[in-house]
């Protein structure tokens, strides 16, 4: 697989720096200043990079329409692992996107194997947690949505086998479900375009999903009958899989233009209006017009013991309905960025960049900067030890999940609303 990357690993390292200079990934900060406020993902490093951001940011600044889409796949319980996105799709939702969620069960079913009714067991949860964090919008089901699957069957017009096995390493031995799961997930990208017409649409996404808004933005570009682009001093609309009628209208549209074998050039037009113009003149004619959907990428919450904090290695992540016996525990024997021996903590510092603990408050616990910042002094300047650092954590992260589960329990009603 390039880079290595493989979507649904469990556990896999990614050259972060290699990923973003092979497939074009910017680092966030050049499209954080059109935000009116950084969020504290952004700001701490764990959003670190984008795909066409700018555009999202513009329309939060501005007010006008975008949407926030992920998925979750249901193939086990969520954990803290799952958090980092469910907080950066509220965000979004609360300053101004239109949410959609999809419960990934068709990929869960092919490519993990779960039983649909795991599936919905496991759904049942997911959404628990994010209606708890704030989430309003919509949330599907992939085996539920008959819209999502007939625009994951179009999409599957523009995908070949030889694109997934370049980009997912599939080969003879893959199942084709796991296949067909692919081009749903397209499908689900693209479907909030589908339900509310072309707009921009932002996916946050740990960097390993990376593979999945390629072929997306891919595919979403396949789909389009038209490319505006601006050419010889004026606007040229030139064909791609247009019918004539389509063609014809577009000349139309703009009195002076000239329409040529294929395509139509507008002069004294902006590119912008003659795009708005264009999208919905597809969308008549049969067509979609989306937007290249936009991507956020957050890097991995690392487990408790190192790696990837996995719902198949229990002992790797805290539940959302972890037991505070059981949550002292995974905590107190986390893997630390300590030295060996008190003695040379106290004269070293420890490593916070290399510890599980401190990771925990920068990801979640400690949503206060100057909090964090006074955390990662101290344990720099071994002022703090890590029995010390952990006990405290741990009184942090009890007393979040205590709250979340009340918050859960309040908009319960909202699971199968």
Not at 115 to 132: D, H, I, K, P, V
Not at 285 to 296: C, E, I, K, N
């Amino acid at each position: 697989m390039q880079q290595g990357i493989n979507p649904w690993a469990s556990s896999q390292t990614v050259d972060v720096e290699k990923l973003f200079s092979d497939f074009g990934i910017e680092p966030i900060s050049t499209a954080t200043s059109g935000l009116p406020e950084v969020p504290s993902f952004m700001r701490r490093g764990i959003v670190v990079g984008h795909r066409d951001y700018g555009r999202i940011a513009d329309a939060i600044r501005t007010g006008s329409p975008f949407n926030v889409m992920t998925g979750f796949m249901p193939s086990g319980h969520p954990h803290l692992g799952h958090l980092m996105v469910m907080k950066e799709v509220v965000w979004h939702v609360q300053h101004g996107g239109r949410g959609y969620i999809g419960v990934a069960d068709r990929e869960a079913h092919a490519v993990r194997g779960m039983s649909w009714t795991q599936c919905r067991e496991y759904g049942r949860e997911y959404l628990a947690c994010l209606y708890a964090l704030g989430y309003e919008g919509t949330t599907y089901y992939q085996s539920e949505n008959t819209r999502l699957k007939d625009l994951a069957f179009e999409a599957a017009t523009k995908i070949n086998f030889s694109e997934l096995q370049a980009i997912y390493g599939f080969t003879q031995d893959t199942a084709l479900a796991h296949a067909m799961s692919v081009a749903t997930q397209v499908g689900d990208i693209l479907f909030p375009q589908l339900d509310c017409g072309p707009s921009p649409t932002v996916v946050p996404v740990g960097i390993d999903q990376d593979p999945h808004i390629r072929l997306t933005r891919d595919v979403a570009y396949k789909l389009r009958m038209f490319l505006v682009e601006r050419r010889d001093g004026c606007i040229s609309v030139r064909s791609k899989n247009a019918p004539e009628a389509a063609i014809e209208a577009v000349h139309r549209a703009f009195p002076g233009s000239k329409k040529y074998e294929g395509h139509v050039d507008i002069p004294g037009a902006s590119c912008e209006a003659v795009e708005e113009t264009v999208r919905a003149i597809e969308i008549e004619q049969g067509g979609f017009g989306f937007v290249l959907p936009s991507a956020t990428y957050h890097t991995f919450m690392p487990g408790l013991q190192g790696g990837k904090m996995s719902s198949s290695v229990p002992e790797s992540f805290i539940s959302f309905w972890e037991t505070e016996k059981d949550l002292k525990k995974k905590v107190m024997a986390s893997l630390t960025g300590g030295r060996m021996t008190l003695e040379e903590q106290k004269k070293l510092g420890g490593e916070p960049e290399k510890c599980s603990v401190y990771l925990l408050n920068l990801f979640h616990m400690a949503p206060d900067d100057e909090e964090l910042a006074e955390i990662c002094r101290k344990c720099r300047a071994g002022e703090m030890m890590c029995g010390t650092c952990k006990k405290e954590t741990f009184e942090r992260t009890k007393e979040y999940l205590k709250d979340l589960r009340e918050k859960m329990d309040e908009t319960a009603h909202l699971v199968d609303g």
